[in-house]
């Protein structure tokens, strides 16, 4: 195992954990032997989050040197994992095998058990966020004592435990459920008037499997990405206009500036779920960190107010937004899934590297998507205080209770979670 004292950064830089030690065991033995020694311990994955989500005083741990597993149960369409596996390392293996994910996030190089922990989604009206595809869950308690959760066995504890925000064990292994391998075209279309995504936003994310709507909010038009899965009726090329834009004429990136060779193949092109469905290649690191990141989950039906309430301080978005993203996430039943109980629209924002000029704005941001009944990203950057947040869940308290069942001591807990707790009911 190797241990350090030395800090660890998120992925952005942004934030420095207060961790005294990082640990990466090399087998699970070592990591129950860990957990069980320790005070305060929490766990970090990928590192794409953008607050103290993972943070913790005592010991930091990281489980992507644990023993390398993938497997697949063809009977039951499931995938048993190991938790330090990034999206872009599974999806590779389960195609090569004749198998998929119902969906992706944006970035096939975040980890899944982080991913999953935090609510994190991809795009389309039918497709819930990525935590719905799990059916068991295995993790050390405080004791390191390995326990199991499962959709069948536990019906009761699994849809509390599911998007657990770290706050209940470290997680060693993820059982999925998959698909038959699949493949998707994707086609971009630019200068749609936001005028047009405003008076048709249900037409245009249901237009295709997935639909990402990209804007700088100042400038009055929009890219739209449909992704269309070839063994659909609706493969086929949407047409020359699209809600008033035109096809791209060249590859294109999210971000201004940035190179399009980042980005997964476009221009209609079929091929393999794994590679259309991802915004970026897991070839190739899309950036290095420069940016902040903040979202936030409405209802679907408050869209269009939701769109009319950001152009109203469209002029604000100038020189502190990179690019934004409007994409939607079917309802599920999981307790801190931020699309819980609702089909959902999140209004995701890219900002510069600076928390000092952002957050002022992204004041001005939730001060009108709130009152509409938005819910931030866990593991985004939010201004909303620790009540507001989690009076939006309204499976937080049960929650609260549940951690406390499996972690009685705290020792999963840090500032970010006693903030929650402390506001719960």
Known sequence: MQTTGAPAHNWAGNITFGAARLHRPTSIDELRRLVAGAERAHVLGSGHSFNLIADTVGDLIRVDRLPRRVEIDRDRRTVTLGAGLRYGELAAELHAAGFALGNLAS??????????????????????????????????????????????SDPERFPGAVVHLGA????????????????????????????????HYPEISASAYSVSVFTDWHGGEATVVLKRRVDREDAGQPGERF?????????????????ATFCTRQGGVPG????????????????????????????????????????????????????????TIAADELWLSP????????????????????????????????????????????????ATVVE??????????????????????????????????
């Not at 809600?243 to 190179?259: D, K, L, N, V």
């Not at 699309?339 to 995701?348: P, W, Y």
């Not at 020792?411 to 402390?422: G, H, Q, S």
Request: charge should be negative; charged fraction near 20%; proline fraction near 9%.
């Open 339 to 386: 699309a819980q109980g609702r089909d959902s629209v999140a209004f995701h924002f890219t900002w510069i590297k600076d928390e000092t000029a952002v957050l002022p704005v992204l004041a001005a941001v939730e001060s009108r998507l709130l009152p509409l009944g938005a819910r931030p990203h866990w593991g985004k950057l939010t201004g909303a205080a620790p």
């Open 243 to 259: 809600f008033g834009g035109t096809p791209a004429t060249e590859p294109w990136h999210p971000i201004p500036g940035m190179p």
């Open 107 to 152: 970035l096939p190089h975040i980890s899944i058990a982080g991913s999953v922990a935090t609510g994190t989604h991809g795009s389309g009206n039918e497709r819930p966020g990525l935590a719905s595809a799990v059916r068991a869950m295995e993790f050390v308690g405080p004791d390191g004592g390995l326990h199991t959760v499962d959709a069948e």
């Open 392 to 425: 939006r869940f309204p499976g937080f308290a049960d929650f609260r209770r549940l951690a406390a069942s499996l972690d009685p001591d705290g020792c999963f807990r840090n500032a970010f979670l006693d903030a929650l707790f402390d506001a719960a009911p």
């Open 168 to 199: 209940l064990g470290v997680v060693t292994a993820l059982t999925l459920e998959i698909e038959p391998t699949f493949e998707v075209a994707q086609w971009v279309y630019t200068g749609v008037p936001l005028d047009a995504v405003a008076a």
């Open 272 to 327: 393999p779920w794994h590679e259309r469905l991802p915004h970026f290649r897991a070839e190739f690191t899309p950036s290095g960190g420069e940016e902040l990141q903040s979202e936030l989950f409405l209802p679907r039906e408050r869209a269009t107010e939701a769109i009319a309430a950001l152009r109203e301080i469209a002029a604000e978005f100038a020189g502190v937004l990179q690019t934004a993203e409007i994409r």
